[in-house]
Each structure stands twice: as C-alpha cells, then as structure tokens.
C-alpha cells in the first residue's frame, strides 16, 4: 500500500481544479524530473511501456492499407463481478436476470464499476488495486470492465475508436441493473486512461437516469484533445464528475474537463517516486494508486479559482477531498 500525506487544490469557477501544493510518497525512491514529453498534435506515434516495462511505439495514426480490427464491441466486452462474500471473479451478462441471481451480487451494496485502459485487461492494476481497497474497506458490489481484445497494443489508434463501441455496452449493462432493482444513485463508474472516456460514453448513453458519479483517472490525452465531449468524459456527464490529473499533457489532460480535476504534485510527470519517467507510464498510474489509498484515507486539497493557480501554489481559496471520499463540495 503507498502511504500518501498531501494537501491539494482546485478550481472554483466553472469546473472545480484541485493542485498539489506538497503531495509526498512515504517511499525511498527520490523524486526527479526527467525531460518533460509532452503530446504533440498530429503525431503518428507514441513512446510506452507495456504492463511488462517494455518500451514501444504507439500507433496513433495508421497507413490507410491497415483497416480497423474486424472486431466488435458486443463480443468483446466482459463483465466481472467481485463482492466480499466471493471474492473470485464470476462473469456476469448483461440482460441474465436469472444468472445474476445466483451470484453474491447485492442490490442495497453501493456498487462500484472499473474500467480499464489501453494494452490493459480487469486483472491489471488500474482495476485490481481498487478491487481490493473497496472490498478490504466493505460491502461492495465491485464490477470489472474487461475490454482487453480491443485494448491490445500497438494499435493505440484502434483502441481509441473502440471506446465509444464499449462504451455503449457499459451502459447497456448499467440500464439491466437498474432493471433488476438497482439504485443508480448507488452505482459509482471509474475509468483510467482510456477507460476514462469508455466511461464518459457509458454515462452520457444511460436511458434509465443520469449517473450519481463518474470518475476518471487520467483521462487518456492522445487523439482525444480534439475530441468532440461526445466521445469522451466531460463534465456534465453525471451529478459529480471527478477527475485526478497525474501525467497532465501527455498520456492524459491537463486541462480541466470535469466537474472537479484534481492535481497532485502539478498533476503531470513526474510524480514522487517515479524516477526518469521519460514514458509516463510510472506518472499515468500514479492516478489508480492515490485513488485506491483515498479509500482507506482522507486527502484534503486547496480550491484554485484556475489553472495558473495549480503550478504557482497560491490556492487559497478553500478546501475539497479528493478521491474516494469527495464529495462535490
């Protein structure tokens, strides 16, 4: 577990900006600030690392000969249940009233919704670290989004175009909820990266009501800058739209696009312990680890009235909570 101790900020006008003004982690490795990469428009590709460290190359713009995968999303979508009582994953489908059921799934439990990101699956970390918090710390009905067939490397491009396909699924699963008693003020959609955005689609196509609370983890930045908020998380998306900014300009925003944006360390790379973060990977990450410890602790931040606030630290202007326990206000 990474042990955080932090005061944050945010933004008042318009959407809520929370900065940093002395995140720290409680770990050996020092904090150094490689060079700075920043995504620049119109790139065909983007350094990486896989779940493995491995550097590559991430396609964002594809010869014409190389055609979108032949898959689609209604077949390559999964959902996994994971609750206290079971603890081991039980695939459940969207409209099996009777196979849901005879799972441990429980309608009065809040119920808690991951997505994952590019060249990841529901047993990477973005979803498996907050897996464990929320069933460590209760009772809850803890869903993984697996999308992984679609996610796969090198094809960031491909994946991007599949977010809005998945996206659309994850809806369609959150309306069987509600359909079998479930109540959509209980129901909490997270997405990191790329799932970010799976996310932000998921929310804006609910037929069965508006979303309580959706949060995104970095929100992938890459091919999505320019992106119409149709296709990507945004912040009118749910009642409270949170996001934690952690590789800002880079694998994800650092412009403010929710609801409340939250900056620890300035929000981009690199964060405290990520040593020569030149591929951002450690930094874009960095995003799932400080939301799964806001489950267990409460993380205060200082209200900034804009971006500028963020990077000079002269937030002064209040205080919110990030992560787990925020609350809107």
Not at 70 to 96: A, G, H, I, M, W
Not at 104 to 116: K, M, Q
Not at 129 to 147: H, K, M, T
Request: with cysteine; hydrophobic share 35%; charged share 15%.
């Amino acid at each position: 577990m990474i042990v955080i101790t932090f005061i944050f900020a945010y933004l008042i006008s318009g959407p809520f900006v929370y900065g940093d003004s002395g995140l720290e982690l409680k770990i050996k490795t020092p904090i150094f600030h490689g060079p700075q990469m920043i995504y620049k428009k119109g790139a065909n590709s983007l350094l990486m690392k896989d779940e493995q460290g491995r550097p590559f190359r991430a396609i964002l713009k594809a010869d014409s000969r190389f055609n979108l995968r032949s898959s689609t999303p209604k077949d390559n979508v999964t959902f996994y249940l994971y609750t206290r009582q079971y603890n081991t994953e039980v695939q459940v489908f969207t409209n099996d009233t009777e196979g849901l059921k005879y799972t441990s799934f429980n309608t009065e439990d809040p119920t808690i919704i991951l997505v994952h990101g590019f060249i990841n699956s529901v047993h990477s970390n973005s979803v498996q670290l907050i897996r464990q918090a929320y069933l460590s710390a209760g009772n809850f009905n803890v869903i993984g989004v697996d999308w992984s067939t679609l996610a796969q490397g090198p094809w960031y491009n491909h994946a991007a175009k599949y977010t809005y396909g998945v996206g659309l699924q994850v809806a369609e699963f959150i309306d069987f909820l509600v359909s079998r008693n479930v109540n959509l003020k209980n129901i909490h959609l997270i997405g990191h990266s790329l799932g970010a955005h799976v996310s932000g689609v998921a929310a804006k196509n609910i037929k069965s009501g508006k979303l309580s609370r959706l949060t995104g983890l970095d929100p992938a930045l890459p091919l999505f800058d320019e992106e119409h908020m149709s296709k990507r998380i945004d912040s009118s998306d749910a009642d409270m739209v949170d996001c934690i900014h952690t590789c800002g300009g880079y694998l994800g925003f650092y412009t403010p696009i929710c609801s409340h944006d939250f900056y620890p360390n300035g929000g981009s790379l690199s964060q405290p312990g990520c040593f020569w973060d030149i591929f951002g990977d450690c930094s874009h990450g960095r995003s799932y680890e400080y939301y799964a410890e806001s489950i267990f602790d409460v993380f205060l931040s200082d209200k900034c009235t804009d971006i500028t606030e963020v990077g000079n630290g002269k937030c002064a202007n209040g205080t919110g909570v990030m992560g787990h326990h925020s609350t809107g206000t």
